[in-house]
């Protein structure tokens, strides 16, 4: 069927669909020409008006906005809560929770713990951003800006530091989409993350497993700060007797930590039928488990238990610090030969299953006649043979999944 002037006639649903289709191009115009940014709201608009439109530097009053946003977002993520535990994030009106925006939020929070911790107990909610240069480049609805800034903390100046940011334009306003640091720092940071995601958190959200990372870098670099506070304050002056021994304490755990074969221990402790378990449990860990990052870290004595001219039993407190921290209580017997304290005993120092298995095997077998000596090595057979079984029945588990 022709119609008018020769023009094919279009049926009735075919002019419906091009009606609705021109009233929606042309209220999104009215909208785009009226408010702009209500349009970049809208389905499908965003994308158009960024694919069809140049590169362009943004105005000046523009410039001021992104890097006042910029700034404001900065500031929240360094002091949004206490140091002390995992801060959890949400989103803001003017930043997107995402995997980029997060892994920016814990890291300048944990910059700003750690200076806080540098600084010697700086006021943490003081902790800001001030920005210094911000180049920005408009397309569309959608910004990139490279913003140069310097991060204080108590209002003395810290670090200064660079990052990239992408931001978006809405109704409401701009709004940052992503936030990328530029430094060694940051770098390091993500790789770390994804290695103490890969072996201990796995399983979790994105944010839940960021907080406890955080938890635990920060609470281990208040140990270190405590640390080295204490060797400041012991610098320079004479050892005391609970020093000397909360000093062998501290050398002892991290020895066990750290150790990929069975450790040396003759300068500072005897090796016999009350300290072997130790060894043993050492023994097993360097030949089955790999080796554990670790850092000496520093002793308390919280009790005499026992004491006479030669020889004192005390139960020590001990953190080494190992991912945050590895607290415990441990009980110690030191002897005084020639004026130099030696460990000579030790009851069930370390708070994890294989130490637990060795000391219930050992009593055991003691129960059943067996000599202490006897009892100790046929207690480290059946310890190590439960770990080689355990570990079998992972990697089968890990196989089959």
Same mark, same amino acid.
């Given at each position: 069927m022709i119609g008018k002037l020769g023009q094919a006639s279009i049926s009735k649903p075919g002019r419906m669909t091009a009606a609705a289709l021109a009233f929606i191009f042309i209220g999104a115009g009215c909208i785009f020409a009226v408010r702009p940014a209500l349009a970049a709201d809208i389905p499908g608009i965003n994308k158009i008006v960024y694919?069809?439109?140049?590169?362009?530097?943004?105005?000046?009053?523009?410039?001021?906005?992104?890097?006042?946003?910029?700034?404001?977002?900065?500031?929240?993520?360094?002091?949004?809560?206490?140091?002390?535990?995992?801060?959890?994030?949400?989103?803001?009106?003017?930043?997107?929770?995402?995997? *980029?925006? /997060?892994?920016?939020?814990? @890291?300048?929070?944990? =910059?700003? &713990?750690? $200076?806080? !911790?540098?600084?010697?107990? %700086?006021?943490?909610?003081?902790?800001?951003?001030?920005?210094?240069?911000?180049?920005?480049?408009?397309?569309?609805?959608?910004?990139?800006?490279?913003?140069?800034? *310097?991060? /204080?903390?108590?209002?003395? @100046?810290?670090?200064? =530091?660079? &990052?990239? $940011?992408? !931001?978006?334009?809405?109704? %409401?306003?701009?709004?940052?989409?992503?936030?990328?640091?530029?430094?060694?720092?940051?770098?390091?940071?993500?790789?770390?993350?994804?290695?103490?995601?890969?072996?201990?958190?796995?399983?979790?959200?994105?944010?839940?497993?960021?907080?406890?990372?955080? $938890?635990? !870098?920060?609470?281990?670099?208040?140990?270190?700060?405590?640390?080295?506070?204490?060797?400041?304050?012991?610098?320079?002056?004479?050892?005391?007797?609970?020093?000397?021994?909360?000093?062998?304490?501290?050398?002892?755990?991290?020895?066990?930590?750290?150790?990929?074969?069975?450790?040396?221990?003759?300068?500072?402790?005897?090796?016999?039928?009350?300290?072997?378990?130790?060894f043993l449990t050492v023994k097993i860990r360097a030949e089955l488990f790999p080796p554990t990052r670790a850092q000496k870290g520093y002793a308390d004595i919280t009790e005499i238990i026992n004491e006479t001219d030669e020889q004192i039993t005390a139960l020590v407190y001990v953190k080494t610090i190992i991912d945050g921290g590895v607290g415990q209580t441990i009980r110690l017997t030191y002897r005084l030969t020639d004026g130099k304290y030696k460990i000579v005993a030790y009851f069930n120092p370390w708070d994890d299953g294989l130490d637990q298995n060795l000391q219930q095997y050992a009593e055991q077998y003691i129960k059943q006649g067996m000599r202490r000596s006897e009892a100790n090595q046929k207690a480290y057979e059946k310890a190590r043979a439960g770990v080689i079984e355990r570990l079998k029945f992972l990697e089968n588990l890990n196989n089959k999944a």
């Open positions: 694919a069809l439109s140049p590169a362009v530097e943004p105005s000046q009053e523009v410039q001021d906005n992104i890097a006042e946003t910029i700034q404001g977002v900065l500031s929240q993520f360094i002091s949004n809560a206490t140091w002390k535990v995992g801060v959890r994030f949400k989103s803001g009106e003017d930043w997107e929770l995402n995997e *980029d925006t /997060l892994l920016a939020a814990y @890291y300048l929070h944990f =910059e700003a &713990a750690s $200076a806080e !911790l540098i600084n010697a107990g %700086k006021p943490f909610a003081l902790a800001n951003v001030a920005v210094k240069h911000v180049e920005t480049e408009q397309k569309g609805f959608r910004y990139a800006a490279t913003v140069t800034y *310097d991060i /204080l903390v108590g209002g003395e @100046y810290y670090v200064t =530091e660079t &990052a990239n $940011a992408q !931001l978006e334009e809405s109704a %409401k306003g701009i709004y940052i989409t992503s936030l990328n640091i530029i430094s060694e720092g940051f770098e390091a940071y993500k790789e770390y993350l994804a290695e103490y995601d890969r072996l201990e958190h796995s399983g979790g959200t994105l944010d839940e497993n960021i907080a406890t990372y955080n $938890a635990f !870098l920060i609470a281990r670099q208040s140990a270190l700060h405590e640390l080295e506070q204490r060797q400041q304050a012991a610098s320079g002056t004479e050892i005391s007797r609970d020093e000397q021994l909360e000093e062998l304490a501290a050398e002892l755990c991290y020895r066990y930590w750290s150790a990929t074969k069975e450790p040396d221990m003759r300068d500072i402790m005897e090796r016999n039928d009350d300290t072997e378990l130790w």
